[in-house]
């Protein structure tokens, strides 16, 4: 009897060191606190290391030391709702030793013993993953806030995910278009080639990008511009295949107007310039006629008048009356001044040419 029990109670003290060497060693923090006074009691490595203490420096602390959002009438009561319960679990922050400040996942557990109350704390350290996850919060609220459908797809082409850009693009809610191919989809406009193109590229690991032609739920044809990439997990494998796809039926209509229009223009432009180049041939003919008119008039006028004013001058010397002398005298100032004024028509023809 006496052996058996040396042996229980070296089994006991086994289980003992074991159980003490788990909680040591644990993966979160685990702490005895004194509920009255908030007072460390026992504290594990985990706790010690995030916390930047000793074990000394923590059982001289209690938790009003490390809790850096609640206010100490907020924690003690806190610690009175947990002793009544049996227990509590939220979230909150805490505070290192060197003032760093981190988000903790808390649970709280009351523990009777000897005729007294302790509280059992187990936290973690959560700031990481918080941050992912307000991280994939976001990516979340991007895609779904997204002006372009976004659709997520197996290796096998089966919708996964759908974003609101592509219920309100397709007219289909998201639970007639997820477990199903995006070939609902199609209108049968857009050429073979196109789908062979893309599942090629994919199938290569490659991403596509391409315009499709669609037809909505109420069967309203539209054009999407459609990039589609595979996903790969950290080992390289391809899971999934993401495509962002943009409604561009309007967008070509445009274009297409536009193109219309230029091609119009360009007709116009053409006929006017056509016009004009005959109505400048024109007005080049019309005008060099009208300096010819002008340059033979005044050559057709001068001639006479030179000679008027030639024989005028021989004549002058033979009379010998004055008054005759006198008459010849205006004659030929007049042939003169009529002379004066061809020469200029014949000036304004040369400088008009």
Not at 17 to 27: D, N, S, W
Not at 46 to 53: D, E, I, T
Not at 118 to 135: C, F, M, P, V
């Amino acid at each position: 009897a006496l052996l058996q029990f040396r042996e229980t109670r070296i089994a006991q003290q086994d289980n003992e060191t074991l159980l003490k060497a788990v909680i040591e060693q644990a993966p979160c923090a685990i702490e005895l606190v004194d509920p009255v006074t908030l007072r460390f009691l026992r504290v594990n490595a985990y706790s010690r290391q995030a916390l930047g203490y000793t074990e000394a420096e923590m059982l001289e602390r209690t938790v009003l030391d490390i809790q850096a959002e609640l206010p100490p009438q907020g924690t003690a009561a806190l610690a009175r709702q947990a002793v009544e319960t049996g227990g509590l679990h939220f979230e909150t922050t805490h505070r290192a030793a060197d003032g760093r400040l981190f988000d903790a996942s808390v649970w709280i557990r009351a523990i009777h013993l000897h005729g007294r109350d302790y509280l059992l704390g187990i936290w973690r350290d959560i700031s990481a993953e918080r941050s992912t996850k307000q991280k994939l919060e976001k990516f979340s609220l991007a895609i779904e806030q997204s002006p372009n459908a976004v659709v997520i797809t197996d290796t096998e082409a089966r919708i996964e995910y759908v974003n609101d850009a592509f219920t309100q693009t397709s007219g289909y809610t998201r639970e007639e278009a997820l477990g199903h191919n995006p070939r609902l989809l199609k209108s049968g406009k857009t050429p073979g080639e196109v789908y062979t193109a893309m599942w090629a590229a994919l199938t290569r690991g490659e991403a596509w990008r391409g315009e499709l032609v669609n037809r909505r739920k109420d069967g309203v044809e539209y054009i999407e511009l459609a990039q589609i990439s595979p996903i790969r997990q950290p080992d390289g494998r391809i899971t999934h295949y993401l495509a962002i796809k943009q409604d561009i039926t309007e967008k070509r209509r445009m274009i297409e107007e536009l193109e219309r229009h230029r091609h119009h223009l360009e007709q116009l432009v053409a006929e006017r310039s056509t016009e004009l180049l005959a109505a400048r041939d024109a007005a080049e003919v019309a005008s060099r006629a009208k300096s010819e008119f002008l340059a033979n008039m005044s050559h057709e006028i001068r001639t006479p008048l030179n000679a008027i004013i030639g024989l005028g001058h021989l004549l002058a010397k033979d009379l010998r009356e004055d008054k005759h002398r006198s008459r010849l005298e205006k004659i030929t100032t007049a042939a003169r001044h009529l002379l004066q004024i061809i020469n200029d028509i014949l000036d304004l023809s040369k400088i008009e040419a």
